[in-house]
């Protein structure tokens, strides 16, 4: 191979977006007759997010899964898709990530910090809370310390919903709980089953606060050195593999429940209104308050 | 790869200290590399600090060196000698039982066989035991002080190849007092063959030892107490470092009051030395971790060594003794950062419990360290003794032999080794 | 009493121990009674990597760093002082490098927050060139010794080491 994309992701062997990335690499590798070769490193092997983002950065020929947290210290518009109840379901998501509006994004990304999105369509599932005691709002999250990445948006989100925000690493989540150092952790489901979460916390309550959309982002650079037809070629597989892995998400996270369920955990729907009205505020609070009104419309049309 | 091994043996061996040695060959990588540009190495020397679980290793060498301050070494050399100074071959058994009681408070071999070389060394001479054999006595000894928690081999073990430490830990204590036994009992065969005499005609008696014990009470109290703090909850794994340096300071303090503000100081400096020795040839190796994972040798190891066999133990004792052989040439920590990466998916892969091949690994890796041509435990004790290497090596092998006798058995028994993380943890 | 920036370097870096126990610690108990401090080990990790440089730097001013001896002590004294200039030159170009490079990284991603702080990461990458800076000065004074016909630059004379025979 002449060309060669080494993915990185935080996500294990067996997570819907690894198949995905899978996919990716086989289309690619038939369509450009094997000059670009992509070689993917599952459990973050080449680093956080932030430095394969700082190696993509640098001119180097990688490219991560990530959120747009991730991003928004280089534009600030892609925090808004962490945002509490911002979207339902994974239709909306991919209308948002697939406008004009987000291809506006993509270019200022590129003059900010010389990254660009591949496709951004890469669904992980709802975020849901897990705890150890029933919940139907926010009063039953009164003093429960919960784990929850600690970018302001997660944050602000959960003390919001009424619990305390407690950030720590992923991995000392599952001890973390069963030591009771915290109460309950928010996550979508194949993550959340990856760790045997239901091992260690007994009620799944189905919130669907934050819809979990990430994107597979690399060096423009490193993009533009490539010949026209491949970049065309890599773009649109990338956004195909993207839909594929999201509705494999989808498939795994009714087994995935179904399973937890029957491990003996809870899980419960819940009418998610006294959540969506007591999280509305955090829009304002991070500056995204006229943002949230041109989604709002774009999703109404 | 090639290239990086042959630049890191070839500036080792010309007498460069092994930080700069990994940290050049590392960076020959992103030198030579044509699409990984050469300031991420720079980032993977970052990087590397920035782990939570690291953090355990400042931890736990500042609590070594303020124990040392509060005056529990001499407490358990006076238990040591109370408990065994009996036995045939009485000082060199009192050196191995003291390493098994260091071993609850320190956490590094090296440090465990340095003390004892300069405290027990001169008398064992004086009494008639060879230069080699009490260099030998000392350094292997110094193994089981590496092995029962704290553990900083097991902490970077745990670091690398993400396996929880609190199991680690619990996993240590046996093993720990297998070797404790294994070298006794040596010491018992070549005291007894050599007429190395013991320190008094009988047993002590029963008052003696429960005073000798009382007094040592806070040192033998501290590994029980940290592990019961990892596993109640108050701390995580991380953090329980940070707790054992107040927890050294507060024996000092108040209930030793041999702690003065000038030995805390003192600590702290020495603490502060140590730390740049070890944190440098785990930062700069960051880079040749980067370059491992980028080539996918673990992929390629896996293949060439589940070409050989599949069957578990068989893997096993093959890495093990792959690692032996590295040993005898590579230092301890530098083994564990290479290595652990690559091995420990291939054994979990085979069905391999990590907390089981980690005991195995740090071992025998941390054993290294007592063989020449490099061994960082043998070095300090033979330099400190003065005793010439040949002399050193002839009278460790009965030594290595048993402690290589009781890593196979433990090879073939998870049972015994995950024993108490299982009932525990 | 050893010179200014000697003394200076050994009290920030025992400051920083210091420091780094009591955030980790407060951190454990804080989260105990149930109000997490986000920032406290946060801050602990960014100062443990500024810790590592000022340590390595002490240890190789005072020659602690670990090598292997082993082959170098059957030289005669003359080679054994070439083969050390020549290395002591080759790692001085290898933390040059590094040193430059680094300043470029820390440039260049300067808006990489740290962590969840809101504080910059080139706090972090930062402490690389700082640290390759100091241990190259360090290591131009060994040198300079070296070649002045006094010690040697990585060995220390007067260390405990095993007999050759
Ligand atoms: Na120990
Ligand atoms: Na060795």
Redesign the pocket.
Known sequence: ASYELNINTALTTDDPIYKGLERLRDRVAERTGGELAIRIFPGSQLGKDEDVLEQARAGANVAVVVDGGRLAVFVPEFGVLGGPYLVSGFDQVRKIVTSPMFDAWNAKLKAASGHTALSFNWWQGDRNLLTNRAVTGPADLAGVRMRTPGAPVWMETIRAMGATPTPMGWAEVYPALQQQVIDAVEAQTPAAYGARLYEVTSHLTKTAHISLITGLVTSAAWVDSLPAEMQTALKEESLAAGDYASGLTGESIVALEADMASKGMTVTEIDVTPFREATAGVYELLGYTELKQTIDAMLAE | MTLLAIIFFALMFAGLPIAFAIGIAGFSFFVFSSSIPASIGVQQIATTSQSFPLLAVPFFVLAGHMMNRTGITPRLITCSNALVSWMAGGLAQVCIVLSTLM??V??SAVADAAMEARILGPEMMAKGYSRGFTGAVIAVGSLI??T????LGLILYGFVGNVSIGRLFLAGIIPGFLMMAAMMLTVWLVARKRGYRAESAQPPSFRVVMRAVYDAKWALLFPIILLVAIRGGIFTASEVGAFAVIYAVFVGVVLHRELTFEGFRAALAEAVEDIGVIMLIILLSGMVGYAVIFEQAPQTVAAALLGLSSEPVVVVLLILFFLFIAGLFIESTVLVLMLAPIFVPIVTRLGVDPVHFGILMMSVVTLGGMTPPVGVAMYAVCGILRCPVEEYFRESLPFLLAIILVIVGLAFLPGVVLFLPNLFG | MPPIHVVLEEFVAKALLAAIVVLVFLAAAARTFGHPLIWSVDLAQLLFVWLCMLGANKALRRKSHIGVDFFVLRLPTAMRRIVEIVLGLLTLGFLGALAYLGVRLTLLNAERIYGDSGISYAWVTGAVPVGCVLLALTLIGHLVRCLRGGALVFLREDAPRPVVE
């Open positions: 071993g609850g320190s956490g002080t590496a029962i928690p704290p553990s």
